[in-house]
């Protein structure tokens, strides 16, 4: 059963830069699609970005194009997240997770992460 654990959240301030990342803990997953979500308090769950085995390939939400980059390396079996300009509507708890396939802007993804929290104040 594969384990995903995300790291780097924290409390920044508006206009901030976070990197998240995501280590994995076994490689029979290096050649799927990974992806990164979030979730703020009393809203569900939604996509942010995701990107396919290669590299080659990334999807990422209207909210976050520009500011985020998803990035994945496939010798670390990890995924990361560079968030830049950080807003206070990205506070959220940050999830990543995996699934075979191409990359997909919705939650159909089958195994997640913990989660790490990423509060931005004003």
């Known amino acids: 059963q594969v384990q995903l654990v995300e790291s780097g959240g924290g409390l920044v301030q508006a206009g901030d830069s976070l990197r998240l990342s995501c280590a994995a803990s076994?490689?029979?997953?290096?050649?799927?699609?990974k992806g990164w979500f979030r979730q703020a308090p009393g809203k569900e769950r939604e996509f942010v970005a995701a990107?396919?085995?290669?590299?080659?390939?990334?999807v990422y939400a209207d909210s976050v194009k520009g500011r985020f980059t998803i990035s994945r390396d496939n010798a670390k079996n990890t995924v990361s997240l560079q968030m830049i300009n950080l807003k206070p509507e990205d506070t959220a708890v940050y999830y990543c997770?995996?699934?075979?396939?191409?990359?997909?802007?919705?939650?159909?993804?089958?195994?997640w992460g913990q989660g790490t929290q990423v509060t931005v104040s004003s």
């Open positions: 990107i396919n085995w290669s590299g080659g390939l990334s």
């Open positions: 997770a995996t699934k075979s396939g191409s990359p997909t802007p919705d939650t159909m993804y089958d195994y």
């Open positions: 076994t490689h029979t997953f290096k050649i799927y699609t």
